[in-house]
């Protein structure tokens, strides 16, 4: 999932492009859920908007703007920090493949080339955003999440993740009384949402749409204030806070920035509930979310899932993900506060590199690659951030292939070519991966070089399965990377059978090879 980011702008400067953005795409379908005083609403015909009623609130400030709605500004979502002490959630995941769009998948022997090709897709986009110039963020504000009810004893807490269409779900609760949702778990970006009730247009989910009016515990965020001014353009119905959140391949979501409680499953067996969290309540959302229920937000900005809840968790969280084509009956942990901690022998610890421009993403850094015995040409600045903020190397659970700077991508793919010149080539204009060895079954993996990455901190040793990748419709292995312009990410099939342990008061994040199926 490419969540959305970049430029590096005053607010001021910022407020204006924004306005501009929404002056120039009208598009009147958008933001059914706003009540009459905003919109004029008729059961028969699509509703307008009333725009001297909508306000764009800065800092504290709001302002009159004539602005329409748009489906492609970026914007990113971070703010606020909070004290910490532990305490854990677990949750598990689930694989998801995203049907690039709406569009829904063949049942024949395409199937797997369409979810690799939306793979690819959306991969290519989160490369260009992270690729773009970054934007300083305000974090004034300081609320997030409240004191927790329930068991203060237990050590960590969890929910199940499955792998489903090339995207990871895990499941959260909201409201009371609680309601179930699957989200997709996304490192890449901060805010967490889910499809809410009015919705004047979203997209299939398997579950029932959240529905503010039915939880007691559920209350908007006011219009000015500080986790609502922590949006980079935070927007106001009258009192009350407005989210816009749009992703770099044009998914969007928008709707109510609201409070509701979150329980979360011990790995005691008991409940922890967290009032107070902050999430946008989607009534508008567009585009390529896999027919989850929302997104939850990992990224480091003080808005997402793990931030809000540092005080409960203290910052910890890991992750295992199964094989991004394995049943969605297989599950794995995501695991928050002091149960994350790896406990498997060998566990190699990298330094998250701080980068002012960019808080969300997680940086690390890079020094070379390995293909076989032989350590590749490759300048170790091209891993490296830049003197803007841009570029440098990531940790991406959002992102399911693998991006390589251009420099180091080509040096990659020559030595697999070499190493791999026994077995015949097969062209696959559909998954758009440069490197695809035909001729094998399923169960057949080609004998291929080892890879190795090496990090500031320790070697990452990639088995095989986890950067070439079986096609069943051409019965062929392709190499599961693709190259960027400048950045490099780590996307979730590299990350396959790791446990990854992010630390974000640490400042370190963690990777040991491990059997992901329904394990801590």
């Given at each position: 999932?490419?969540?959305?980011?970049?430029?590096?702008?005053?607010?001021?400067?910022?407020?204006?492009?924004?306005?501009t953005?929404?002056?120039?795409?009208?598009?009147?379908?958008?933001?059914?859920?706003f009540?009459?005083?905003?919109?004029?609403?008729?059961?028969?015909?699509?509703?307008?908007?009333?725009?001297?009623?909508?306000?764009?609130?800065?800092?504290?400030?709001?302002?009159?703007?004539?602005?329409q709605?748009?489906?492609?500004?970026?914007?990113?979502?971070?703010?606020?920090?909070?004290?910490?002490?532990?305490?854990?959630?677990?949750l598990?995941?689930?694989?998801?493949?995203?049907?690039?769009?709406?569009?829904?998948?063949?049942?024949?022997?395409?199937?797997?080339?369409?979810?690799?090709?939306?793979?690819?897709?959306?991969?290519?986009?989160?490369?260009?955003?992270?690729?773009?110039?970054?934007?300083?963020?305000?974090?004034?504000?300081?609320?997030?999440?409240?004191?927790?009810?329930?068991?203060?004893?237990?050590?960590?807490?969890?929910?199940?993740?499955?792998a489903?269409?090339?995207?990871?779900?895990?499941?959260?609760r909201?409201?009371?009384?609680?309601?179930?949702?699957?989200?997709i778990?996304?490192?890449?970006?901060?805010?967490?949402?889910?499809?809410?009730?009015?919705?004047?247009?979203?997209?299939?989910?398997?579950?029932?749409?959240?529905?503010?009016?039915?939880?007691?515990?559920f209350?908007?965020?006011?219009?000015?204030?500080?986790?609502?001014n922590?949006?980079?353009?935070?927007?106001?119905?009258?009192?009350?806070?407005?989210?816009?959140?749009?992703?770099?391949?044009?998914?969007?979501?928008?709707?109510?920035?609201?409070?509701?409680?979150?329980?979360?499953?011990?790995?005691?067996?008991?409940?922890q509930?967290v009032?107070?969290?902050?999430?946008?309540?989607?009534?508008?959302?567009?585009?390529?979310?896999?027919?989850?229920?929302?997104?939850?937000?990992?990224?480091?900005?003080?808005?997402?899932?793990?931030?809000?809840?540092?005080?409960?968790?203290?910052?910890?969280?890991?992750?295992?993900?199964?094989?991004?084509?394995?049943?969605?009956?297989?599950?794995?942990?995501?695991?928050?506060?002091?149960?994350?901690?790896?406990?498997?022998?060998?566990?190699?610890?990298l330094?998250?590199?701080?980068?002012?421009?960019?808080?969300?993403?997680?940086?690390?850094?890079?020094?070379?690659?390995?293909?076989?015995?032989?350590l590749?040409?490759?300048?170790?600045?091209?891993?490296?951030?830049?003197s803007?903020?841009?570029?440098?190397?990531?940790?991406?659970?959002?992102?399911?292939?693998?991006?390589?700077?251009?420099?180091?991508?080509k040096?990659?793919?020559?030595?697999?070519?070499?190493s791999?010149m026994?077995?015949?080539?097969?062209?696959?204009?559909?998954?758009r991966?440069?490197?695809?060895?035909?001729?094998?079954?399923?169960?057949?993996?080609?004998?291929?070089?080892a890879?190795?990455?090496?990090?500031?901190?320790?070697?990452?040793?990639?088995?095989?399965?986890n950067?070439f990748?079986?096609?069943?419709?051409?019965?062929?292995?392709?190499?599961?990377?693709?190259?960027?312009?400048?950045?490099?990410?780590?996307?979730?099939?590299?990350?396959?059978?790791?446990?990854?342990?992010?630390?974000?008061?640490?400042?370190?994040?963690?990777?040991?090879?491990?059997?992901?199926?329904?394990?801590?």
């Amino acid at each position: 999932m490419l969540r959305g980011l970049s430029g590096r702008w005053t607010r001021q400067v910022a407020v204006t492009t924004m306005s501009t953005i929404f002056c120039l795409s009208v598009l009147s379908q958008v933001f059914y859920h706003f009540p009459t005083s905003l919109f004029a609403r008729d059961a028969n015909q699509t509703p307008s908007l009333n725009v001297n009623e909508f306000q764009l609130g800065q800092e504290g400030r709001t302002s009159t703007q004539h602005i329409q709605p748009t489906r492609r500004a970026l914007l990113h979502a971070e703010h606020h920090s909070i004290e910490s002490h532990s305490h854990g959630v677990k949750l598990e995941l689930q694989r998801i493949e995203s049907p690039c769009g709406l569009q829904k998948f063949r049942d024949d022997g395409f199937r797997d080339h369409q979810r690799l090709r939306c793979a690819v897709h959306r991969s290519l986009f989160r490369a260009q955003e992270v690729r773009k110039k970054p934007r300083i963020h305000d974090n004034t504000g300081s609320k997030a999440g409240g004191s927790p009810t329930g068991s203060t004893t237990a050590v960590g807490f969890t929910a199940p993740v499955a792998a489903a269409r090339g995207e990871y779900l895990a499941t959260v609760r909201l409201g009371t009384p609680e309601r179930v949702f699957s989200v997709i778990v996304d490192t890449g970006s901060d805010l967490t949402w889910v499809q809410c009730s009015p919705c004047g247009k979203c997209y299939s989910q398997n579950d029932a749409l959240f529905l503010p009016n039915t939880s007691t515990s559920f209350t908007k965020l006011a219009c000015g204030s500080a986790l609502c001014n922590g949006l980079p353009f935070p927007m106001c119905n009258q009192t009350t806070c407005v989210y816009w959140y749009s992703y770099g391949d044009g998914s969007l979501t928008t709707g109510d920035f609201v409070y509701d409680t979150i329980t979360m499953d011990g790995i005691n067996g008991q409940k922890q509930q967290v009032p107070n969290f902050a999430f946008g309540c989607g009534h508008d959302n567009e585009g390529s979310f896999a027919g989850a229920d929302g997104i939850l937000g990992l990224g480091q900005g003080p808005l997402s899932f793990h931030s809000q809840l540092k005080s409960v968790y203290n910052g910890k969280f890991s992750y295992c993900l199964v094989d991004w084509l394995a049943p969605p009956t297989q599950t794995s942990p995501l695991l928050f506060g002091d149960a994350a901690v790896p406990i498997l022998p060998d566990v190699k610890y990298l330094p998250i590199l701080a980068n002012p421009k960019v808080p969300t993403y997680y940086y690390v850094k890079l020094n070379g690659i390995s293909v076989g015995d032989n350590l590749l040409n490759i300048s170790s600045t091209v891993f490296d951030i830049d003197s803007v903020g841009g570029a440098g190397t990531i940790f991406d659970s959002g992102t399911t292939v693998t991006q390589l700077a251009e420099a180091a991508y080509k040096e990659v793919l020559a030595a697999m070519n070499a190493s791999t010149m026994a077995y015949s080539r097969k062209i696959d204009d559909i998954s758009r991966l440069d490197l695809c060895l035909s001729g094998f079954p399923k169960d057949q993996l080609p004998t291929v070089p080892a890879m190795t990455f090496h990090f500031e901190g320790g070697d990452m040793v990639l088995p095989p399965s986890n950067y070439f990748i079986y096609l069943e419709s051409s019965q062929s292995y392709c190499f599961a990377m693709t190259s960027s312009p400048d950045v490099n990410i780590i996307g979730s099939v590299q990350q396959q059978n790791f446990q990854v342990y992010y630390d974000t008061a640490g400042r370190k994040l963690g990777f040991v090879p491990k059997d992901c199926v329904g394990r801590r």
